[in-house]
Every structure is written in structure tokens, then in C-alpha cells.
């Protein structure tokens, strides 16, 4: 069982950056690869960014590439999405998830655990 608390979200103008940090309770956190996505209302939750438990490799959705930025720290179990250039378009619940999965996940289903959530708003 892996718990995932977010934080770090807010409400910024557009152009601005945004950092958010998931920390997990456990000691394996280390064994899971941990993905960020988002859900705006009225929209399905969309995948954001991945970074794999083995060699640390990362993966981003096309809207946000060159922006922003998924790293991990593993001593402190937490992952980060640094968020540069933000965009009213950003806005949105955005979670962190993990999963013990192997190959690159992408998809809301393969993730086993997840958090509640931290709310982005950009302002235009």
C-alpha cells in the first residue's frame, strides 16, 4: 500500500511557475515509477508526466514538453513537476500516481495508487 499526499498548487498568471511535490508513506518508493495527471471539469483525467523507478527515464504529454519538468528524490520519497510558462489551459486538479509497472505508463489503469489532488489555476 502506497499513500500519495500533493501539495504546492495555487492560483498564478499566465507565464508564471508553479511547483508541485508528492510525498509518499512507505519504503519502496524507490520500486515505483510515478506519473502526474490532470483533470479540468468537464474533461477526463490526462496524462502529464512519468518518471520511471529504474534509471529515472521521463516521458511528457506533447502540451506540455519543454515546459515542464517530473524529477524525483528518492531519500525523501517525493516526486516534483516543476510547471514554467504556464498557460490558462493548465488549469486543473492535478494528481500524482504510482505504479510498479515495467513499461512506460501512460494510462489512468495502470496506476494502483493515487493521491487527491491539488488544484491549478492560471489566470490569463
Known amino acids: 500500500q502506497v499513500q500519495l499526499v500533493e501539495s504546492g498548487g495555487g492560483l498564478v498568471q499566465a507565464g508564471g511557475s508553479l511547483r508541485l511535490s508528492c510525498v509518499a508513506a512507505g519504503r519502496t518508493f524507490s520500486t515505483y515509477s510515478m506519473g502526474w495527471f490532470r483533470q479540468a471539469p468537464g474533461k477526463e483525467r490526462e496524462f502529464v508526466a512519468v518518471i520511471m523507478r529504474s534509471g529515472g527515464a521521463t516521458s511528457y504529454a506533447d502540451s506540455v514538453k519543454c515546459r515542464f519538468t517530473v524529477y524525483r528524490d528518492n531519500a525523501k520519497n517525493t516526486v516534483y513537476l516543476q510547471m514554467n510558462s504556464l498557460k490558462p489551459e493548465d488549469t486543473a486538479v492535478y494528481y500524482c500516481?504510482?505504479?510498479?509497472?515495467?513499461?512506460?505508463?501512460?494510462?489512468?489503469?495502470?496506476?494502483?495508487?493515487w493521491g487527491q489532488g491539488t488544484q491549478v489555476t492560471v489566470s490569463s
Open positions: 500516481a504510482a505504479t510498479s509497472r515495467s513499461l512506460v505508463p501512460r494510462n489512468t489503469y495502470e496506476y494502483d495508487y
